[in-house]
């Protein structure tokens, strides 16, 4: 397997893995590329898992990142079901699940994340969606009609809820606080959303953590943090995500939350680089280091390491954060990030039409925005807080019609 020249080993066929294969070729790198993917199947469009594929009654299969002849074109080597397990930095070898051991010129860490495991007090697992087996069995589980209880109300918990109400699945959402993703939207984006929810018939009545789980014969029994319980027929877990860092553990790359870099995506090895969600790189602006879950960050951030290596640079990455979520045919945009205190202010559109652009900030800084239905203001304000503009720039911006 693989080739004997070291050249640059990507470890992860994620959205970040391979964007950061492009951007060696985009960045005229010619040498080999090795680019590991521990499942079977071709790397795939993972976020739509708990959005249109999950929703939609129609088996459809994800879409592939990259088509066969796309890899071809660009002589990237996809090793599908190899993973690796170790890294030996002082040889330059990168070891897999086959006790393989590939030479390496550079290595870009793209492992991504798994999902946070849920046992029940008898350990058994309790169904996550990460992957497409994951799906396979939520599908099996929304076919049986049955009511559904999905412990956590965060992006996927939300997504993977408003997807079973698509298909008429009774839920029930037990989240840890008040307000969904109030952290990340604010109090009135979280309120509207939590009514989106309600109105489209899910149950959000509880505002305490599940602490424990118990089966029984005829389902489960939750007790949560309140010391109160509930009872479900069907479990989905969807408490985070964990970063796939397990592999490197006593290689020498420095860990914490996740595998450290430098701006650049360089980790304290020379020549090991990481991107995508394993990630936890260093802000150039803040001097705080952060590790970002989403697609559009994985990639960018993915492009911008491989061309880093290509051209024998260290650029930092200064993108604006950005995410995105579906829920009940509303596309819902993040750019940049809320913080605790910051003021939420209406700047387009109003919040009843789920038709909006609020913006978010204190002391006239513009931290955030969250945009829905309004795509146009996507590139206006993502250039405002690229620029660092106030809140009075933000709130004063005209959006192109």
């Known amino acids: ?66 088509t066969m002849e796309q890899l071809q074109e660009r002589r990237i080597d996809v090793q599908t ?33 798994r999902a946070r495991p849920m046992l029940t007090t008898s ?21 049986s009609g049955r009511p559904v209880t999905v412990i956590g109300s965060g992006f996927i918990g939300l997504e993977v809820a408003a997807a079973l109400r698509s298909r008429g699945i009774d839920v029930t959402l037990l989240g840890s606080g008040s307000r969904p993703l109030h952290g990340v939207l604010g109090d009135a984006v979280s309120d509207w959303l939590l009514d989106a929810h309600r109105t489209n018939g899910v149950d959000l009545t509880s505002r305490s953590p599940a602490v424990a789980v118990r089966a029984t014969d005829t389902g489960y029994d939750i007790e949560l943090a309140d010391s109160t319980h509930r009872t479900a027929e069907l479990l ?40 995508g969600d394993v990630a936890n790189t260093l802000d150039a602006h803040t001097g705080l280091h952060r590790r970002t879950e989403h697609w559009t960050h994985a990639t960018n951030q993915g492009r911008h390491v491989g061309l880093n290596i290509a051209r024998g640079r260290a650029e930092p990455f200064t993108a604006v954060p950005y995410l995105w979520t579906e829920q009940y045919g509303l596309k819902i945009h993040v750019l940049g990030e809320r913080r605790s205190g910051d003021e939420d202010v209406v700047v387009e559109g109003d919040l009843e039409s789920g038709d909006f652009v609020l913006v978010h900030g204190a002391d006239d800084e513009l931290h955030s925005v969250t945009i829905s239905g309004r795509l146009r203001a996507l590139a206006t304000y993502r250039k405002l807080l690229r620029q660092g503009a106030s809140m009075t720039e933000a709130t004063s911006a005209v959006t192109p019609a």
């Open 1 to 66: 397997m693989g080739t004997r020249v070291p050249g640059v080993v990507i470890v992860g066929a994620s959205a970040a893995g391979l964007a950061a294969a492009d951007g060696l070729r985009e960045g005229g790198y010619e040498g080999p590329i090795t680019v590991l993917d521990e499942e079977l199947i071709s790397s795939y469009d993972r976020p739509m898992l708990s959005k249109s594929l999950l929703g939609s009654k129609e088996d459809a299969e994800p879409t592939p990142l990259r």
């Open 81 to 113: 079901g190899h993973g690796a397990t170790g890294l030996d930095i002082d040889r330059r070898f990168v070891i897999t699940n086959y006790g393989e051991a590939l030479p390496f010129r550079d290595v870009v860490v793209a492992s991504g994340a």
């Open 123 to 143: 350990g058994t697992l309790i169904p996550t969606l990460r992957t497409v087996a994951d799906l396979g069995a939520i599908r099996s589980l929304a076919a």
């Open 236 to 275: 989905i877990a969807g408490i985070g995500a964990i970063p796939g860092a397990d592999w490197l553990v006593g290689s020498g790359v420095e860990l914490g939350g996740g595998v450290l870099t430098d701006p650049a995506g360089r980790t304290n090895v020379p020549r090991v680089w990481a991107a």
